[in-house]
């Protein structure tokens, strides 16, 4: 596919920040409630094909409102792009997504959680893998982004994001042969992170974005970019299917409210702040479904 630009703004209003603030606090005091058991195991007829879900919060969130599973802190909703895939086809799912994954917490344990891989066997059929982002400085690049000062995040971050992409291929490659390993016959689908921001997005049809440089635009387009190509190209490697919904340049932070996939603030629909909204898993679950 054509990776489109990605961009983390370094200035939204101050609603957007209040969101964030409060997002950050609610994770860390598992206040996402709860209905099914950890792995977000859905009950489903013995002949139903074994979905697996791992990832990260770009795979695991949804709507705020919306029931969740598994621990408070992973943030799994159930209207996210697993669980959303699962209910058009009928699958069998194991969702293990969870905010804040790196590779490591695929293949290994993350506090008391087990490996993310533990829930994938030789009965496994489908896998969808949202990771990468957090190895390669999603965190890094939202902090200089939402930081109001006058940054320039290439200078202060621009050496740690390269060494963090130049690691990337690597720690991908082993994610995959463990599932190879666990699951040879399963069918994988590696998904992108969705633009928060279009190039034709700017502060004359954005107001959120007002005071992001020029400068810091364009590196924080290549740079999400770049773990978007680490991505499909650690994929198209591993034999595995990497899945964008078209026109996700459209579907932009600065889109009307009703036609956004990914938000910046999430107050106007109820989504996390900068990631997918309902709309956003939506897509993603239907461009998956296109290839089962």
Not at 162 to 183: F, M, S, T
Not at 252 to 278: F, I, K, Q
Request: hydrophobic share 40%.
């Amino acid at each position: 596919m054509t990776i489109p630009a990605r961009l983390f703004p370094r200035h939204v209003r101050h609603s957007t920040l209040a969101a964030l603030a409060t997002t950050a606090l609610a994770l860390s005091l598992g206040a996402c409630d709860t209905a099914k058991e950890e792995t977000g195991k859905d009950e489903q007829t013995s002949d139903a094909l074994h979905y697996v879900a791992l990832g990260d919060s770009y795979a695991s969130m949804g709507t705020r409102g919306a029931p969740h599973t598994g621990p408070g802190w992973c943030a799994r909703a159930s209207d996210n792009y697993p669980s959303q895939l699962q209910q058009m086809k009928g699958l069998a799912l194991d969702d293990v997504t969870c905010q804040g994954a790196l590779t490591d917490h695929v293949l290994g344990p993350r506090a008391d959680l087990p490996p993310q891989l533990d829930a994938v066997d030789t009965t496994t059929d489908i896998i969808t893998l949202s990771i990468g982002g957090n190895d390669a400085g999603f965190g890094v690049l939202t902090s200089c982004a939402m930081n109001t000062n006058d940054l320039n995040c290439a200078e202060l971050h621009g050496g740690e994001i390269d060494q963090a992409l130049a690691a990337l291929p690597a720690k991908l490659d082993d994610v995959y042969a463990g599932i190879h390993r666990k699951a040879p016959q399963a069918k994988i689908f590696a998904t992108a992170y969705m633009p928060l921001l279009a190039p034709t997005d700017n502060e004359s049809n954005c107001p959120a974005i007002e005071k992001v440089s020029d400068v810091d635009r364009l590196w924080l387009m290549q740079k999400i970019s770049q773990i978007n190509l680490e991505v499909e190209q650690a994929a198209h490697r591993a034999g595995a299917q990497f899945v964008v919904p078209p026109g996700t340049e459209l579907h932009t932070g600065c889109a009307p409210v009703a036609e956004r996939w990914v938000d910046l603030a999430g107050t106007e629909n109820g989504s996390y702040p900068m990631h997918p909204t309902h709309e956003g898993q939506l897509a993603m679950a239907h461009a998956i479904a296109e290839h089962l």
